[in-house]
């Protein structure tokens, strides 16, 4: 079981299985929601994701369709729902309390990066637009 929690700690999930790819997303959308040049995101089944303290989760949709969770007390971004994939959720990699056993595989929308990020590493960087 893998678990994390907001930054208050009034938000926790314990996963029940492993974690989908790790992705680094460059889009800006990510990069304004977390505040930093990337956001360290995986998915993981619906079935395998509980979440307790439900009542702080506050839903935001960015996008129609696309719901970005996070915790309405402390503010820390959680998870992401997509009507596109009901059965995902894509959490925050950066809420788990441990080592999910993975490390990240690959840069995603890198034509959307910070300018003032580097990406200096030799993951694949895929875009969003072909």
């Not at 505040?35 to 079935?47: D, E, I, K, L, Q």
């Not at 960015?62 to 820390?76: I, T």
């Amino acid at each position: 079981m893998i678990t994390g929690s907001c930054l208050c700690g009034g938000v926790r999930y314990a996963i029940d299985g492993d974690l989908g790819p790790i992705a680094l997303c460059h889009c800006g959308m990510c990069r304004k929601a977390s505040g930093t040049a990337f956001a360290t995101n995986a998915s993981v089944p619906r079935a395998a994701f509980r979440v307790t303290g439900e009542e702080h989760v506050q839903r935001y949709e960015s996008s129609p369709g696309h719901w970005r969770c996070f915790c309405r007390v402390c503010g820390s971004p959680l998870f992401g729902e997509n009507a596109e994939m009901p059965d995902h959720v894509r959490i925050r990699v950066g809420l788990l309390d441990d080592d999910p056993g993975v490390r990240p595989q690959y840069h995603w929308a890198v034509e959307f990066k910070a300018p003032w990020w580097d990406i200096v590493d030799d993951r694949p960087q895929l875009q969003m637009t072909p």
